[in-house]
């Protein structure tokens, strides 16, 4: 499954975007997806996850609260709502989809995430 992340861009703190996954092949509906993101100089962190069937959420404690995640079966794509941004939400995203094991309800570990974006760069100005 190929997938494309986009919505990037530049907001002011405490507004609100949202990115956009859209994938490309029929059996993208069956697996977890996630979103991940790295700022300059950090390593790369879990944001948030959706099970198979959009019924099960996770969040990382530093956005939790203020992002959430959802998909639409119909369309093929899982979307990131972000409210209340910060400039320490600044970097670049990527959704991924936990491809090696349908049906499952979702992961944190970026491990399990057989397919990647190619990642969509937002900046939050203070």
Not at 19 to 42: E, H, V
Not at 43 to 70: C, L, N, P, Q
């Amino acid at each position: 499954v190929q997938l494309q992340a986009c919505g990037g861009g530049l907001v002011q703190a405490g507004g609100s975007l949202r990115l956009s996954c859209a994938a490309y092949g029929r059996t993208f509906r069956t697996y977890a997806t996630g979103w991940f993101r790295q700022a300059p100089g950090k390593e790369h962190e879990f944001v948030a996850a959706i099970s198979w069937g959009g019924r099960t959420t996770y969040y990382a404690d530093s956005v939790k609260g203020r992002f959430t995640i959802s998909r639409d079966m119909a369309k093929n794509a899982v979307y990131l709502q972000m409210n209340s941004l910060k400039p320490e939400d600044t970097a670049v995203y990527y959704c991924a989809a936990d491809t090696s094991r349908p049906f499952t309800i979702a992961t944190t570990d970026s491990a399990d995430f057989g397919s990647w974006g190619q990642g969509t760069q937002f900046t939050v100005s203070s």
